[in-house]
């Protein structure tokens, strides 16, 4: 867990390269921006790939009871199969083909889960889970190879390629705070709890908030493009925003009904000794309540290139979470994630200052 934490920390960046100003730009500078963002994804991703191989090299002091050096350095090397096909992705995204883009994502999660199970069945322990990665990563080169774009190749023009560099510097800071703030609790848990009370709460967070974020994510990520398409096509207007509001009331519903339901599902997917993480693994899908609010306000956002927006959002989250956590010093996972889920409806409190503020300001009419 404290391997794949880190792993996730720092895949998240992925989402901080080229692919927003891709997505939202207009036709005329897309030729420039392709090439020019194709750049950044290769020095992007070969940055993510030392620094996760150094931080697997230091961690051997920050954690010295958990020898993760080379699960980290493993995972860290899938990075360098990703930007070959960035730009095709980001593309299909701006052409809003999100079924394509779903059917070939979860064909991958699906292989990678299936791998763990066939590798932990021949033996291969925590390695299992570096197998399941570079087959993720494999299987999603080679089906993006195969979806037609606009043909480009790599290129560098000064005046876009800085553009392409400020933004996505803006980005990588506000998604290394995101990703901190989902997963800072593995961390903590790591340092405050014993093993095994770190354990119980691992597996409730993935028991729990991992469904959860993972429908999160596949959300925001279909919510990005479909905002900046109706920007393009000048048809961002009342009933977009509407929509909005209704389909995130919809996802957040899921992970409610998702709390109440854990005594229900859990004690049948999973042996009856894992029946003492109910109640955390209800409260951390609570939290994913207020997490799904917030990353669609951040989307919007990004759609707006906002990003010092973002970024001040996201330093807010997590200030509001490291500071609850000092405060209460939780010792046990109940009390984590009661801690975590009080400071999670703390974060609503920017959104709705925001929001308010801009419709309280004069009309320019």
């Given at each position: 867990?404290?391997?794949?934490?880190?792993?996730?920390?720092?895949?998240?960046?992925?989402?901080?390269?080229?692919?927003?100003?891709?997505?939202?730009?207009?036709?005329?500078?897309?030729?420039?921006?392709?090439?020019?963002?194709?750049?950044?994804?290769?020095?992007?991703?070969?940055?993510?790939?030392?620094?996760?191989?150094?931080?697997?090299?230091?961690?051997?002091?920050?954690?010295?009871?958990?020898?993760?050096?080379?699960?980290?350095a493993l995972m860290a090397l899938t990075y360098l199969a990703f930007p070959?096909?960035?730009?095709?992705?980001?593309?299909?995204?701006?052409?809003?083909?999100?079924?394509?883009?779903?059917?070939?994502?979860?064909?991958?999660?699906?292989?990678?889960?299936?791998?763990?199970?066939?590798?932990?069945?021949?033996?291969?322990?925590?390695?299992?889970?570096?197998?399941?990665?570079?087959?993720?990563?494999?299987?999603?080169?080679?089906?993006?190879?195969?979806?037609?774009?606009?043909?480009?190749?790599?290129?560098?023009?000064?005046?876009?390629?800085?553009?392409?560099?400020?933004?996505?510097?803006?980005?990588?800071?506000?998604?290394?705070?995101?990703?901190?703030?989902?997963?800072?609790?593995?961390?903590?848990?790591?340092?405050?709890?014993?093993?095994?009370?770190?354990?119980?709460?691992?597996?409730?967070?993935?028991?729990?908030?991992?469904?959860?974020?993972?429908?999160?994510?596949?959300?925001?990520?279909?919510?990005?493009?479909?905002?900046?398409?109706?920007?393009?096509?000048?048809?961002?207007?009342?009933?977009?925003?509407?929509?909005?509001?209704?389909?995130?009331?919809?996802?957040?519903?899921?992970?409610?009904?998702?709390?109440?339901?854990?005594?229900?599902?859990?004690?049948?997917?999973?042996?009856?000794q894992w029946q003492s993480s109910f109640d955390?693994?209800?409260?951390?899908?609570?939290?994913?309540?207020?997490?799904?609010?917030?990353?669609?306000?951040?989307?919007?956002?990004?759609?707006?290139?906002?990003?010092?927006?973002?970024?001040?959002?996201?330093?807010?989250?997590?200030?509001?979470?490291?500071?609850?956590?000092?405060?209460?010093?939780?010792?046990?996972?109940?009390?984590?994630?009661?801690?975590?889920?009080?400071?999670?409806?703390?974060?609503?409190?920017?959104?709705?200052?925001?929001?308010?503020?801009?419709?309280?300001?004069?009309?320019?009419?």
């Amino acid at each position: 867990m404290l391997a794949l934490t880190i792993h996730e920390v720092l895949r998240l960046l992925l989402r901080s390269g080229a692919g927003v100003q891709i997505i939202r730009a207009s036709d005329e500078s897309l030729p420039l921006f392709l090439g020019n963002g194709l750049l950044i994804q290769w020095l992007l991703c070969t940055s993510l790939c030392l620094i996760q191989i150094a931080i697997g090299w230091s961690a051997q002091w920050a954690f010295p009871e958990h020898d993760i050096f080379a699960l980290v350095a493993l995972m860290a090397l899938t990075y360098l199969a990703f930007p070959a096909v960035s730009t095709r992705v980001f593309l299909l995204q701006r052409s809003n083909r999100m079924g394509l883009f779903s059917l070939i994502s979860s064909a991958c999660i699906i292989v990678e889960n299936v791998t763990i199970a066939v590798a932990l069945y021949f033996d291969a322990h925590m390695m299992a889970v570096v197998i399941a990665k570079w087959c993720f990563a494999l299987l999603w080169l080679a089906c993006f190879s195969f979806v037609p774009c606009l043909s480009h190749k790599l290129s560098y023009h000064k005046d876009t390629f800085r553009l392409l560099l400020k933004s996505s510097s803006q980005l990588a800071i506000s998604e290394i705070l995101r990703s901190l703030r989902i997963n800072m609790d593995t961390f903590i848990a790591a340092r405050l709890l014993t093993p095994e009370l770190f354990g119980i709460y691992s597996f409730a967070k993935s028991a729990g908030i991992g469904l959860a974020m993972s429908i999160s994510q596949a959300y925001t990520s279909a919510l990005y493009p479909f905002i900046c398409r109706r920007a393009l096509q000048n048809n961002s207007d009342h009933n977009s925003q509407k929509l909005i509001f209704i389909t995130t009331f919809a996802v957040s519903s899921i992970f409610m009904i998702q709390a109440l339901a854990v005594p229900v599902y859990v004690p049948i997917l999973f042996s009856s000794q894992w029946q003492s993480s109910f109640d955390t693994t209800s409260l951390l899908c609570l939290v994913a309540v207020s997490s799904v609010w917030v990353d669609t306000y951040t989307t919007v956002l990004r759609s707006e290139a906002q990003y010092k927006r973002d970024c001040h959002f996201c330093v807010f989250a997590l200030v509001v979470s490291l500071l609850s956590v000092a405060i209460v010093m939780p010792s046990s996972p109940v009390q984590l994630a009661v801690t975590l889920l009080g400071g999670s409806i703390v974060w609503l409190l920017f959104p709705l200052a925001d929001i308010t503020s801009r419709y309280l300001q004069p009309d320019p009419a």
